[in-house]
T-cell receptor, first 111, second 115 residues
Framework: DQQVKQNSPSLSVQEGRISILNCDYT??????FLWYKKYPAEGPTFLIS?????DKNEDGRFTVFLNKSAKHLSLHIVPSQPGDSAVYFC??????????FGGGTRLMVKP | DTEVTQTPKHLVMGMTNKKSLKCEQH?????MYWYKQKAKKPPELMFV???????INESVPSRFSPECPNSSLLNLHLHALQPEDSALYLC??????????????FGEGSRLTVL
């Protein structure tokens, strides 16, 4: 039973345009959400996070939006760059230290 | 450069071998984790050491055994593995101090192939 879902396994975007990656969750006990970026043969690296008390968090080109009522979050990358091409994992956590990961979305940014 | 160091980066072993994966962090983090990641799948939690106390994912077979010699080191001992255990094994750590955000710092992983 997947508690965190990323329904789009892949996304292709033109350089300079906006990339929007989506994530849905089912567990209402989750109170912190994170996005990780992963290149092949490397470990995931933390990108941006958001607490459930907020609905938006921005860091440079990256913005995460949280819609608690819909149990949905999204990552916006503007403008997209070829170096952003990677697999992006959404993750969520509640009480305790356990992160639950979504299945990942492969983003390809075309020059 | 990651601040979580994993060795070896690549390991090939037979099903009768005994080997170990090692992980080290010097960020003063008090929680360390082992994750297993198969191709095109998300990382799956195997073990957590929090303040050197072990929590186990009950679905992990006993041929994997973790060891935490101290708060900076985490080993994963491998014995009698199966070919389906071939995967990328990721070590991670995070701080448990005030302001805990859930952010994990991952190592680059150890790519394990079981023949």
């Amino acid at each position: 039973d997947q508690q965190v879902k990323q329904n789009s396994p892949s996304l292709s975007v033109q350089e300079g345009r906006i990339s929007i990656l989506n994530c849905d969750y089912t567990n209402s006990m989750f109170d912190y959400f994170l996005w990780y970026k992963k290149y092949p043969a490397e470990g995931p690296t933390f990108l941006i996070s958001i607490s459930s008390i907020k609905d938006k968090n921005e860091d440079g080109r990256f913005t995460v939006f949280l819609n608690k009522s819909a149990k949905h979050l999204s990552l916006h990358i503007v403008p997209s760059q070829p170096g952003d091409s990677a697999v992006y994992f959404c993750a969520a956590t509640g009480a305790g230290n356990m992160l639950t990961f979504g299945g990942g979305t492969r983003l390809m940014v075309k020059p | 450069d990651t601040e979580v160091t994993q060795t070896p980066k690549h390991l090939v072993m037979g099903m009768t071998n005994k080997k170990s994966l090692k992980c080290e962090q010097h960020m003063g983090h008090r929680a360390m984790y082992w994750y297993k990641q198969k191709a095109k799948k998300p990382p799956e939690l195997m073990f957590v050491y929090s303040y050197e106390k072990l929590s186990i994912n009950e679905s992990v077979p006993s041929r994997f055994s973790p060891e935490c010699p101290n708060s900076s080191l985490l080993n994963l001992h491998l014995h009698a593995l199966q070919p389906e255990d071939s995967a990328l094994y990721l070590c991670a750590s995070n701080t448990l101090s005030g302001g805990y955000t859930g952010e994990l710092f991952f190592g680059e992983g150890s790519r394990l192939t079981v023949l």
